[in-house]
């Protein structure tokens, strides 16, 4: 129950950082700015994060046996906060974090069924399918 809870409080996170972020677009001007000092506030956070846990840095060992491609999240998280500072004075909160949910359900529906990134093989399922399917509804509502 608690990674439930933890899940939803992230959604919630996410809708509250759009506006911070487009905020801040709109005060420097750019959203390349923005995007970077978006960036560069989480990464002082995590750090003093780390420092209060006293996390040890990983072994040289651990940090060679990462494969090359999971070195390239950051770039995707970079991506995601760039198109939704340019995307969300355009689209509106909810029409943004409309679309983002049903790409992250898409896309989690073929990573589950090959099993792809590290995630267990989960097969697509009729089930699963009308989810998606009402999820795209409740999108297309959103937009109206």
Do not use: C, E, K
């Not at 420097?28 to 995590?46: E, I, Y």
């Not at 846990?53 to 090359?68: N, W």
């Not at 029409?95 to 093989?121: E, K, N």
């Amino acid at each position: 129950m608690t990674y439930f809870i933890l899940a939803f409080v992230a959604g919630m996170a996410l809708t509250i950082q759009v506006g911070i972020n487009s905020t801040l677009r709109h005060g420097l001007g750019n959203p390349g700015m923005a995007t970077l000092v978006s960036f560069l506030v989480g990464t002082v956070g995590l750090v003093f994060y780390l420092l209060l846990m006293r996390t040890p840095l990983p072994a040289r060992t651990a940090i060679a046996a990462v494969p090359t491609w999971a070195w390239f999240g950051g770039l995707v998280g970079a991506f995601y906060v760039a198109v939704t500072v340019i995307a969300a004075p355009r689209l509106g909160s909810a029409t943004l974090l409309a679309l983002v949910v049903l790409g992250q359900l898409l896309a989690s529906l073929v990573i589950d069924h090959y099993g792809w990134i590290g995630f267990p093989q989960h097969s697509i399922s009729t089930v699963r399918i009308l989810g998606a399917i009402l999820l795209f509804s409740g999108v297309l509502l959103i937009m109206r």
